[in-house]
């Protein structure tokens, strides 16, 4: 992974992680415009889209991907691939809280097991509110895992 892929893989995450979809969509379709293959690039997009209500628009990206695999590579996306397309296709959604049309706020979440993180950033976000700021970096599994975003939507919601 090159500096400008892991650059535009960390911008496409805050995007969604902030529900900033229209971000979202446009770093992660420059990254698909750059290798067609890209199958996180792939995910971010479809989760972009379906945050901007567009699930047509999500499904067409997967279909793309799915196509460009099979061309160049003969092979099918990857579980993590199918299965955001999979989730699109039953619910409508990629979160299981949006499933649930229950909004996730910072009061709702549970970060059970992480009072040294979460003490961590309290101090971080104190000092920030005391125009002491610095950067925090909240990372998961590829691209996002739902413990990573729980973790930002926390740190959002305070």
Request: glycine share 8%; charged share 25%; proline share 5%.
């Amino acid at each position: 992974m090159t500096g400008l892929s892991r650059a535009r893989a960390c911008r496409w995450t805050a995007a969604l992680a902030l529900g900033e979809h229209r971000t979202a969509v446009d770093v992660s379709s420059l990254a698909l415009a750059a290798d067609p293959l890209d199958e996180p690039a792939c995910r971010a997009l479809m989760r972009a889209h379906q945050g901007r209500g567009a699930d047509s628009a999500a499904l067409a990206a997967f279909e793309q991907l799915r196509a460009a695999l099979a061309r160049e590579l003969g092979t099918d996306p990857s579980p993590a691939t199918q299965e955001v397309f999979l989730a699109l296709l039953r619910h409508g959604t990629t979160t299981p809280a949006a499933a649930a049309g229950r909004p996730r706020t910072a009061a709702t979440l549970r970060l059970t097991g992480r009072e040294a993180e979460l003490a961590e950033l309290r101090a971080a976000w104190s000092q920030a509110a005391q125009g002491r700021g610095r950067l925090v970096v909240i990372t998961g599994e590829a691209p996002w895992g739902p413990g990573a975003r729980r973790w930002a939507r926390w740190v959002r919601g305070r």
